[in-house]
């Protein structure tokens, strides 16, 4: 069994402790097949991008779950698809919904294969949900600093596969720099802008692999 931890609302603690933890996102209300019978949940407190452990009405749990239940997934890719499929702060466009969402589905990996800085937001889908049983309130929240080295890795990541694929030997531009040099030079095109708790957001496809990642805007 692993340990993994899911914000919920104070009011719906009695429904959870009776039902547990059920399938489905309030969040994002449209068609995933790998999520419409998956209950969300982080493997750290701090990989939480949704602002709720900032937010009083919100109590933090802590669920015990079999791993072979559960795979790894990219959540800033649905959060992208999202904002294609109801035209929010863009126009709608369904066939750049449809590519995220498949590009989120073939990305997922087993909770057991995922890589330090794989995705940003690595939200784990536990299919079926979680037994009441298997859930504790947690009092006092633990720092750990996870969800940030997480996301450092990932923009680490990128920023490296930027230089390759824009040819330069040695900079100090940052993901967001080169990011813009991608675009501007027709290697990349924007598909997304986003946003989470955490940042501004906006998602890239790279034309020469047809790969999708995410860029926090900085101010």
Known sequence: MIELYHYARSEDL???????????????????ASRNQAAYLWRYPDEDVMGYA?????????????PAKTKIAPMDLISAAYVNHIGRGQPKNPEVAARLIAAYEKAQVPFNEYEH????????????GVAADDIAVVKIPEASGKGEGNRRAY?????????????????????????EAAL???AVVRVAKHDDALAYLETYMILETGEF???????
């Open 54 to 66: 900032e937010n009083p009405r919100y109590v933090l749990l802590r669920a015990k779950v079999d």
């Open 213 to 219: 990642y995410t860029i926090e805007k900085e101010d």
């Open 14 to 32: 009695d429904t959870i402790s009776e039902e547990g933890i059920q399938p489905g996102s309030k969040y994002f209300i449209f068609d995933v």
């Open 117 to 128: 800085g794989r995705f940003r937001t690595p939200e784990v889908l536990v299919e079926g």
């Open 184 to 186: 501007n030079r027709g």
């Open 155 to 179: 923009a680490s990541k990128f920023a490296e596969h930027m230089i390759r694929l824009l040819g330069i030997q040695k900079t100090q531009m940052k993901l967001n720099e080169l990011s």
